[in-house]
């Protein structure tokens, strides 16, 4: 079987992107666990993700940023807070409401990290999440400005 220059260059092609999606692979699992270094690796794509995995990187930046509150994690650490508040002993509901001050603490230096990602001021992006901001119209501000 004789490869032609064509079919050369189109396996090359798919080999670059197969490559290309592993990387963002790689991208999603050191959001969840290193979000800072995740974030940085990130802007090295220019913008170059789109799809399924595009959409599967919004929603982390969505859920450790302005959609922090509708997160399970924030769910779970509310819900650990009110329980320990109906408690007996202080020290439990001391520790639950610790554990949540710092949630907070992180998503606001998430969103402050993302805003300046983005050019955006960070009170104009953190009240985002305030409002009814859809992870799809996060999905399409971060496709917008060029990090998806």
Excluded at 81 to 94: I, L, Q, R
Excluded at 103 to 121: S, T
Aim: hydrophobic residues 35%; proline residues 1%.
């Amino acid at each position: 079987m004789k490869l032609t220059t064509k079919r050369l260059k189109q396996i090359i092609k798919e080999e670059l992107q197969h490559l290309h999606e592993e990387d963002a692979v790689g991208v999603i699992d050191l959001l969840k666990t290193d979000y800072e270094y995740g974030m940085m690796l990130l802007q090295d794509f220019n913008g170059d993700i789109s799809g399924d995995l595009g959409r599967e990187i919004a929603q982390i930046i969505y859920y450790k940023t302005i959609g922090a509150w509708n997160s399970p994690e924030y769910k779970e650490l509310h819900s650990a807070y009110n329980y320990a508040k109906g408690g007996e002993f202080y020290s439990e509901e001391e520790r639950a409401e610790k554990r949540l001050d710092n949630f907070v603490k992180e998503q606001q230096e998430h969103i402050r990290e993302l805003a300046g990602i983005l050019n955006i001021p960070f009170l104009q992006l953190s009240d985002l999440g305030t409002g009814d901001y859809t992870m799809e119209k996060f999905y399409e501000l971060l496709t917008k400005q060029g990090l998806l």
